[in-house]
């Protein structure tokens, strides 16, 4: 647990999973939840320095209560990198994590190096309406994921052997954190703000995301002034698991470039 | 004990399959349904009824907010108030309530509710709600994890509104205004208050806090509502909060008629219809953010009190009328069946305010309306003794006054 405390705003107690040695590289995870010691931020860490915090709100990280709007996010990510002594960070941003990844790129510039979004939330297409992330939960599942859903997601959920309703308490939590960005339609302003972001932008999309359409990377890559598409087949919300070995292949590409 | 007269204000005109062809009566409910001109009949029918229950000595007509759904055609039920504050002498006129999180800025209901109490001179209980789910998270878009936050702001705005002697300046987070000062302002210098709410204890805390009538309003009766009302109280007194019964509101589905094989075959059908034709999609009610963890934590701990194939049966209509009644969804048979039921019921729950729901889903209104008038002129004489030995800050003076005047208030003569 790493505790951030920013005078007269909050204090931030934050599950922080650290791994590997070299570059730093800072990992914002999605919304449904951290997804612990995955196998694709293991071998990200083989050659570089991991940092993935657990959003505030999520599990067992705090301070929550002291975000008004995703502006603050931005400048509590600004914050913790500046109190573990990074600069000139990689930012990898999935899902939720993506948006507040955008957002940090684009108010703190001097900061990031280079910018992977993946799958990233954050923008809305009129022509195109995305399914509801918080929606029917077999639908959302299904549309989650290019094959059948794994039997286990990657999480950082450890089981309470006294607590029969931990589970469901973890992702009732989780979820209901990101409703404040999410909700009713996950569009907080980012459009505005893309524009403004200097670091060389890959934007990776598992092309049978079912909660967001190739379409919106398409918009991201659009927005961002130097920004890339990397596409992955036969994968969803999470490339990083369905195509584990391609997603690090062409992050690591693009990161060493 | 005083009497709230209510209806879920229903369509009455839903294809018989509705129930069981559609996922959801909320939110996503298809309006293709629902004649305009038929919405309209609905309407002046629940207003006769209203109009009639006054005369009969209800405490207060009663009225409630629900948005996108075919079970209560009510998305302002302060419109509905008006009507009533202007064309009703006696009872009290129950907003239960105002969803205050969907009004931007909130000082809207402060104004409408101070309207609706010079209207009607002094008579309005001014509920406020958090709202259901479906109706805050989905057709309003608010964003569950803000609603709490949302609705205590615009309480405190709202009630500062109401007293305030001069202009005064309000920088919330979700709200700000340089000159509040709302006109007109209510006749009642404390408007009573009604909070209600599912069970969760951050909400009794604030009620608690500030003294409000606490309400607990379901169609499930009173087996499945022991465990929160008790719940209720058991808390209240380990806090040295007021125990007063006159503090708790309670929603009960009567049908009365002058046997009880009458009553099975007047009200059967529409009290099937009522449960059968309203179906929640799961996702509706249930949004992530929208119940604390504490308050999930403390549903999910709470005894079962009915299976889940009985909970199942009930809301599929497959009950039959005197499960219905035993399960305590209604109170069903003669005027002195039916008292003495509703006794058990608040005495044992301790309710002081008993919202009684007289006409459910597709029932024609001369059986609502004899419901009325056997409940009126033979129940409620029966029963306005209990508690009325207990002080009722809860409902306006003068509703009281005018009540007592013409009905008796209960006490000793």
């Not at chain 1, 600004?78 to 955008?102: P, Q, Y």
């Not at chain 1, 589970?167 to 703000?193: C, E, H, V, Y």
């Not at chain 2, 205590?152 to 705005?157: I, K, V, W």
Request: include cysteine; hydrophobic fraction near 40%.
């Amino acid at each position: 647990m790493t505790t951030l405390e920013i005078p007269n705003i909050g204090t931030f107690d934050i599950e922080l999973l650290e791994e590997g040695s070299g570059a730093p590289l800072l990992y914002l995870h999605g919304y449904e939840r951290h997804p612990g010691t995955a196998g694709f931020l293991t071998r990200l860490a083989e050659n570089r320095r991991v940092l993935a915090p657990e959003q505030p709100g999520y599990g067992r990280s705090t301070g929550f209560e002291n975000f008004t709007d995703v502006i603050d996010v931005a400048l509590y990510h600004r914050e913790l990198l500046e109190s573990l002594g990074v600069e000139d960070v990689d930012v990898v941003g999935h899902s939720l994590g993506g948006m507040f990844a955008a957002e940090l790129a684009a108010i703190a510039p001097q900061l990031v190096r280079r910018l992977v979004l993946v799958n990233p939330f954050g923008i809305w297409l009129d022509d195109e309406p995305t399914l509801d992330p918080f929606g029917p939960a077999a639908e959302v599942k299904a549309a989650k994921w290019h094959g059948e859903a794994p039997k286990d997601e990657p999480t950082n959920f450890v089981p309470d052997p006294d607590d029969p309703h931990a589970a469901i308490l973890f992702s009732a939590q989780n979820l209901g954190s990101a409703t404040k960005f999410m909700w009713p339609i996950a569009d907080r302003g980012l459009r505005r703000r893309l524009p403004l972001i200097d670091a060389p932008t890959l934007v990776v999309h598992g092309t049978s995301d079912g909660l967001l359409p190739v379409s919106y990377a398409d918009e991201f890559v659009r927005l961002i002034p130097n920004a890339e598409l990397a596409l992955i087949d036969a994968a969803g919300h999470y490339p990083m698991v369905e195509q584990e070995d391609e997603f690090v292949s062409v992050v690591s590409k693009f990161l060493d470039a | 004990m005083k009497f709230h007269w209510f209806a879920q204000q229903y369509y009455t005109k839903l294809p018989p399959d509705y129930g069981d062809v559609n996922r959801s009566s909320w939110v996503t409910a298809p309006i293709n349904v629902a004649d305009p001109v038929q919405v309209g009949e609905d309407y002046h029918m629940y207003l006769r009824l209203m109009q009639q229950a006054d005369g009969l000595g209800w405490d207060s007509l009663l009225l409630n907010e629900h948005h996108q759904t075919s079970l209560a055609m009510t998305p302002s039920p302060n419109l509905i108030a008006s009507i009533l504050a202007a064309t009703t002498e006696n009872a009290a006129i129950a907003l239960c309530g105002n969803s205050l999180a969907l009004y931007n800025p909130p000082i809207r209901v402060a104004e409408e509710i101070a309207m609706l109490d010079c209207l009607s001179g002094g008579r309005i209980i001014a509920g406020i709600v958090f709202g259901t789910p479906m109706d805050t998270a989905f057709s309003y878009g608010v964003p569950p994890i803000e609603l709490r936050e949302r609705f205590h702001e615009a309480r405190d705005l709202i009630t500062r509104a109401w007293q305030a002697e001069e202009p005064f300046a309000f920088n919330g987070k979700y709200t700000q205004l340089r000159y509040v000062n709302t006109w007109p302002r209510p006749v009642q210098e404390d408007i009573p208050v009604w909070i209600p709410g599912s069970g969760s204890p951050e909400t009794w805390d604030v009620v608690n806090a500030l003294d409000y009538c606490y309400g607990y309003l379901s169609f499930s009766g009173k087996q499945s509502a022991e465990p929160i009302v008790k719940g209720f109280w058991d808390y209240t007194e380990s806090q040295g909060g007021n125990m007063n019964p006159n503090r708790m509101a309670f929603t009960q589905v009567i049908c009365c008629a002058d046997t009880d094989e009458e009553a099975e075959r007047q009200y059967s059908e529409a009290v099937k219809y009522f449960y059968r034709q309203n179906p929640t999609a799961i996702e509706f009610a249930t949004p992530p953010g929208y119940n604390t963890p504490a308050s999930i934590r403390s549903t999910l701990n709470r005894a079962k009190v009915m299976s889940d194939d009985e909970r199942r049966r009930a809301t599929r209509g497959e009950l039959s009328f005197w499960e219905y009644d035993e399960l305590g969804y209604i109170i069903a048979g003669t005027p002195d069946r039916v008292a003495q039921r509703v006794r058990e019921l608040a005495t044992d729950l301790r309710i002081g305010q008993l919202i009684t729901c007289m006409h459910v889903g597709n029932l024609p209104e001369e059986v609502a309306a004899e419901n009325n008038r056997l409940f009126g002129t033979e129940v409620m004489p029966q029963l306005r003794d209990l508690w009325a030995d207990q002080e009722d800050r809860w409902t306006p003076k003068v509703s009281q006054e005018r009540v007592a005047a013409k009905f008796g208030s209960g006490l000793p003569q």
